[in-house]
């Protein structure tokens, strides 16, 4: 998922109490300050929290394994604890992206890779070759829910991101006292903090645009959360699931370094819905390629449709991916695009392949 995407409100207890979910009565884990909420600039897209509106008021668009999973692990939450995730959802979903984003760096053991290490850093090494584009500088590393024990990483994490606009101002003192209501309930919940929901994510980063200068200054990053690669393992796509989805978000490094995110539509979900079809059009080229996973294109493409599905039926939202149809026709199209390679063995240049993707885009969406 690429950080260009605008998405996703957070979800605080007045939407559930709106709903009838949860009963206006205060807890002790109520937070005494004003909870941290997301502005319209997210850096990252975060599908736990659209899932999570979803669980609690479901769409008028048929399930997706995404939801289904969510749906399984909320079920497993206590009264107590739904509640404490509906007050402070912001925060429990949008800190252990952030603090792996701002923070994070490779050899440091609180953002090692654990899950699937060796499967991830070798199709990691097999991108860098496969693709022609600079791409030495990309650091690959893990996001973990542990952040969520400590009050000094939550502190550090909302500050940054009050500073870089991912959540509507707060003061110091709130955001410590923010910190520790959230440090102190995890510390008491047991595993709650390792629940695979707040780390339900993988995402690209490159600072190359951004004009805010501690963003800018940070390093490129390929981050891959805990919860994503269980989920996977979970749906019986844990041979697959984790390396396509490394192919897509390798993908947007390919669109940052040759600048497919400075053009296309004005429209932001049409810009979204072009960069997200194309992502899923190289990692399903790179999956299927004879030099790339060489992978059963169906795999390939069950492994795409499980999980990044967010927007699938708002046409509008700056979020919007594509229709399911859509990105089967986009994962179709790189799997016969690197069939018909001659020799089989032959890689296209990025830079081909985006201007042969650009000439199948409309009939892409069109299904013509």
Known sequence: MNRSTRLLVALGATILLALGLVSPVATATAAPTPTATSTDRD??????????????????????????????????????????????????????????????????????????????????????????????????????????????????????????????????????????????????????????????????????????????????????????????????????????IMAHEFAHHVQFELGAFDTGPSDPAAATRRTELMADAMASYYGTHKKGLALNKKRVTDALLSFYTVGDCSFASPGHHGTPLQRERAAAWGAELAAAAQPRSYVLPAATFIEQFEAALPRIIAGS
């Open 43 to 244: 850096l990252v897209e975060i599908p736990a929290k659209a899932a999570f509106e979803r669980a609690v008021s479901p769409s008028e668009c048929g399930s997706t394994l995404l939801d289904s999973y969510v749906d399984g692990l909320i079920a497993d939450w206590t009264p107590e604890q739904l509640r404490f995730a509906a007050a402070h959802l912001n925060v429990l979903t949008s800190v252990p992206t952030y603090d792996a984003l701002f923070f994070g760096t490779t050899g440091d053991p609180d953002y090692a890779l654990e899950s699937h290490e060796h499967q991830l850093q070798n199709t990691f090494r097999d991108l860098r070759r496969f693709w022609d584009i600079e791409s030495a500088d990309i650091q690959l590393m893990a996001m973990h829910g542990d952040v969520l024990l400590d009050a000094d990483r939550i502190a550090a994490t909302l500050t940054a991101m009050v500073a870089t606009r991912q959540i509507a101002p707060l003061t110091p003192a709130q955001i410590q006292r923010e910190a520790e209501t959230v440090a102190t309930f995890m510390q008491a919940q047991g595993d709650f903090y390792d629940d695979p929901f707040w780390t339900l994510n993988a995402f690209a980063f490159s600072g190359e645009d951004e004009t805010d200068p501690f963003l800018k200054a940070l390093p490129d990053k390929l981050v891959f959360g805990d919860g994503i690669l269980e989920a996977y393992d979970a749906i019986g796509l844990g041979d697959v699931g984790p390396r396509v």
